[in-house]
């Protein structure tokens, strides 16, 4: 079981191959500044754009690095290939999963509960994801409660719905994870387990500080910039800025961050 700040690690590329000495770096970089949670291969870490292998690689690079507390993600279209991904849980000793929703193929109710039923049969601590502006599909909470019977099912990460949000955080034996950066205040207040974050990867001692709720007078302003293209293009473009990344490229239909973006990293990082 993980809890606290979870760090969703973005995966750093050069000329379209995986450069795993950024990634070691960013890991180092998290370690020095008091994260030593991970969750690898989510939205962040642009994990539908990977190869299998690369997923692989991509893991055993962070286990490589003494991450005892990895997440691995999660996410296909089909419940074959989400059960071919698990495999990789298995292959490296990780304990805990988080589950996306099925995307594209406009699942229906009992599909849902039958695709995250045989996944959570596969014997790993399994969370749930929630994002419905990416997959299309909104978790409902009586499809979730549904979910929630079974003994391996122990938490969501939610990115949609505040109303929601509430409603998990007063389940017994059932872990809520915020899973906007913006909203994380709001989440540690009404008792959320953790949160899983994008911006750590840039400012992990400050997403610390938020967790911890301490005065951190930047954080609003910090993911008003980061996300103001969709995520992960300005989190690359600012590890980059600070020498954590040796590139800010994306992986294609993704891009590289715009010349608006890249003038309010600049005037953020003159005001910080």
Request: net charge positive; proline share 3%; charged share 25%.
């Amino acid at each position: 079981m993980v809890e606290g700040v979870i760090c969703a690690l973005a995966t750093p590329f050069l000329k379209d191959k995986v450069h795993f000495d950024s990634l070691v770096r960013l890991v180092e970089f998290q370690k020095a500044n008091g994260v030593d949670n991970f969750l690898v291969c989510g939205t962040t870490g642009e994990a539908p754009l990977l190869t299998e292998k690369e997923k692989e690689d991509v893991l055993r690079c962070v286990k490589d690095c003494g991450c005892k507390n990895a997440v691995l993600g999660i996410e296909s279209p089909s419940t074959w290939g989400a059960l071919k991904q698990m495999e990789l849980a298995s292959k490296y000793n990780v304990k805990s999963v988080l589950v996306v929703a099925p995307f594209f193929s406009k699942a229906t109710k009992e599909g849902v509960l039958q695709h995250f039923l045989t996944l959570a049969n596969q014997d790993f601590a399994t969370y749930l994801y929630n994002v419905p502006q990416r997959t299309g599909f909104d978790l409902e909470v009586n499809v979730v409660k549904e979910l929630a019977k079974h003994k391996n099912v122990v938490g969501i990460k939610e990115s949609g719905s505040i109303k929601n949000a509430l409603e998990y955080a007063s389940w017994q034996n059932f872990d809520l994870f915020c899973g906007e950066d913006a909203l994380l205040p709001i989440y540690k207040s009404i008792g959320a387990k953790g949160c899983v974050s994008a911006l750590c990867n840039v400012f992990p001692r400050w997403t610390v500080n938020t967790w911890q709720n301490k005065n951190e007078k930047h954080w609003q302003k910090a993911c008003k910039v980061a996300f103001g293209e969709v995520n992960p293009v300005v989190v690359k473009h600012l590890l980059k800025r600070l020498d954590v990344f040796i590139s800010d490229e994306c992986r294609t239909p993704l891009s590289k961050a715009n010349s608006t973006s890249v003038k309010a990293v600049d005037k953020f990082l003159r005001e910080i």
